[in-house]
């Protein structure tokens, strides 16, 4: 399907009705020598492949072949929600695994659910020097409000261009 992305369907259907005439001319010219009858087969082949590829392209629904879409917004306010008082339960940093392992669930669920807070600027996500390992905590502040402490390199440099 990659090659009718890159092409188009349109393109396609017309690629692939060539393969097919060119293997339907080959045959009605009549080819003796057998890799001249495998080269007509493949052509005729793939040719009828890519045209049924574009045709299926050109017809369907747009966004159908998109990847699945994530959680919705419950799913992951829920799954915010528990880590927020798992972390209050337990006060400190969490790393991954350590939620992963106390939560129980996916490591899609973990990733997605410290995404969400992460971007709202719900938890702080750190590196522990001495241990090499991401770690997560509460962030300072209220939700949404992210500390000085808890800026990156390139918050900060976008925040002091905007002040200027």
Same mark, same amino acid.
């Given at each position: 399907?990659?090659?009718?992305?890159?092409?188009?369907?349109?393109?396609?259907?017309?690629?692939?009705?060539?393969?097919? *005439?060119?293997?339907? *001319? $080959?045959?009605?010219?009549?080819?003796?020598?057998?890799?001249?009858?495998?080269?007509?087969?493949?052509?005729?082949?793939?040719?009828?492949?890519?045209?049924?590829?574009?045709?299926?392209?050109?017809?369907?629904?747009?966004? &159908?072949?998109?990847?699945?879409?994530?959680? $919705?917004?419950?799913?992951?306010?829920?799954?915010?929600?528990?880590?927020?008082?798992?972390?209050?339960?337990?006060?400190?940093? #969490?790393?991954?695994?350590?939620?992963?392992?106390?939560?129980? #669930? &996916?490591?899609?669920?973990?990733? =997605?659910?410290?995404?969400?807070?992460?971007?709202?600027?719900?938890?702080?996500?750190?590196?522990?020097? =001495? &241990?090499?390992? #991401?770690?997560?905590?509460?962030?300072?502040?209220?939700?949404?409000?992210?500390?000085?402490?808890?800026? &990156?390199?390139?918050?900060?440099?976008?925040?002091?261009?905007?002040?200027?």
């Amino acid at each position: 399907m990659r090659v009718v992305d890159r092409v188009g369907p349109g393109r396609s259907m017309a690629l692939g009705l060539g393969l097919v *005439a060119a293997g339907v *001319a $080959s045959a009605v010219a009549g080819v003796d020598a057998l890799l001249a009858v495998v080269a007509t087969s493949a052509a005729m082949t793939m040719g009828a492949g890519l045209f049924a590829m574009g045709l299926f392209r050109a017809t369907r629904p747009e966004g &159908t072949a998109q990847a699945p879409a994530g959680p $919705s917004a419950a799913v992951l306010e829920e799954r915010a929600r528990r880590i927020r008082r798992l972390m209050h339960e337990g006060g400190g940093a #969490w790393t991954f695994e350590l939620l992963a392992a106390r939560l129980g #669930w &996916t490591e899609r669920a973990v990733a =997605e659910a410290l995404a969400y807070m992460r971007d709202r600027g719900e938890i702080a996500e750190d590196l522990d020097l =001495e &241990t090499g390992k #991401w770690v997560y905590r509460p962030a300072s502040g209220e939700p949404g409000e992210t500390s000085a402490v808890d800026l &990156t390199l390139d918050d900060r440099l976008r925040r002091l261009r905007d002040e200027d």
